[in-house]
């Protein structure tokens, strides 16, 4: 089993910075990305960043220029640095990791997810 623990939300005005964090614990074989998602009340989950092992990244549109993410392949760690923050910008972030196929299959895990208000 792997567990996802993240840190980092809050409340923060427009204009503002967050930095997330993620740490997975657990019977990790073999990660393949480790990334970010976020949840507005009434909509669905999207991505927002994401990181493979190799170092290939993918951010969302509307975050590109602002997020930057990053991970520590040996920590099992994966940071979100949040800037110029707007109120759109307001959801639940969740840590996500997915594996490298094992027996034919990824495995995908997900954080409890942690808030995130910016205020106008």
């Known amino acids: 089993q792997v567990q996802l623990v993240e840190s980092g939300g809050g409340l923060v005005q427009a204009g503002g910075s967050l930095r997330l964090s993620c740490t997975a614990s657990?019977?990790?074989?073999?990660?393949?990305?480790m990334g970010w998602y976020r949840q507005a009340p009434g909509k669905q989950r999207e991505l927002v960043a994401s990181?493979?092992?190799?170092?290939?990244?993918n951010y969302a549109d509307s975050v590109k220029g602002r997020f930057t993410i990053s991970r520590d392949n040996a920590k099992n760690t994966v940071s979100l640095q949040m800037s110029s923050l707007k109120p759109e910008d307001t959801a639940v972030y969740y840590c996500?990791?997915?594996?490298?196929?094992?027996?034919?299959?990824?495995?995908?895990?997900w954080g409890q997810g942690t808030q995130v208000t910016v205020s106008s």
């Open positions: 996500n990791l997915k594996t490298n196929k094992f027996m034919g299959r990824v495995y995908e895990y």
């Open positions: 657990g019977s990790i074989f073999s990660i393949d990305t």
């Open positions: 990181m493979s092992t190799g170092g290939r990244i």
